[in-house]
């Protein structure tokens, strides 16, 4: 069912309970039974509103859920690129947590598993890292440096933080 529809649905059933209530009200007053069938009619026109407001809130969570920033390899791109020097380490080391224990401890790459930093970069990124444990700020060539090697790795990125969000919507 549609929003516009659910909506529509709601209202009339708002007038039938609000007629249904009055009739209730004006049978009990007569007490002779009357309302009793009266009851049922605004029970069931009750449950039904309670159906629809299930739906409504089921809807609004799709809604909720398909306006979740979803990164992609390119939002990833385009926010290395807007990205000052000294927050890159933020990037660096979620990638440096995918390089495996032995890559870590050894500053290079040993297994071809997609995951985690090339050989070719595996060394800039320990040295990178090292650096900014150390420093605590990149210099303006390593910032270059450092962006455009994050670049490669953007689809990895954008799986890193698509992960963080769902993982914080759950907290939630």
Known sequence: MEFEQIMSRMRELDSTIDYLD???QAAIDIEDGSH??????LDEALA???????????????????EVSKW??????????????DTLHKPLMRM????TEDERA?????????????????????????WWNDKGFFTPKQGNALRKMLKKYRKQLADIANTVEAEKKEEN
């Open 72 to 85: 992609t390899p390119d939002s990833i791109s385009d926010l290395l690129d807007t990205m000052h020097k």
């Open 106 to 130: 050894c500053g290079g790459t040993r297994w071809s598993n997609g995951i985690g930093f090339n050989a070719h970069d595996a060394g800039f990124a320990a040295r990178m890292v090292d």
């Open 96 to 99: 440096w947590e995918r390089q």
């Open 22 to 24: 009055g009739e209730v």
């Open 36 to 41: 009793f069938p009266i009851i049922e009619e």
């Open 48 to 66: 039904e509103r309670a159906d629809l407001l299930l739906m409504l809130k089921y809807q609004e969570a799709e809604v909720k859920e398909a």
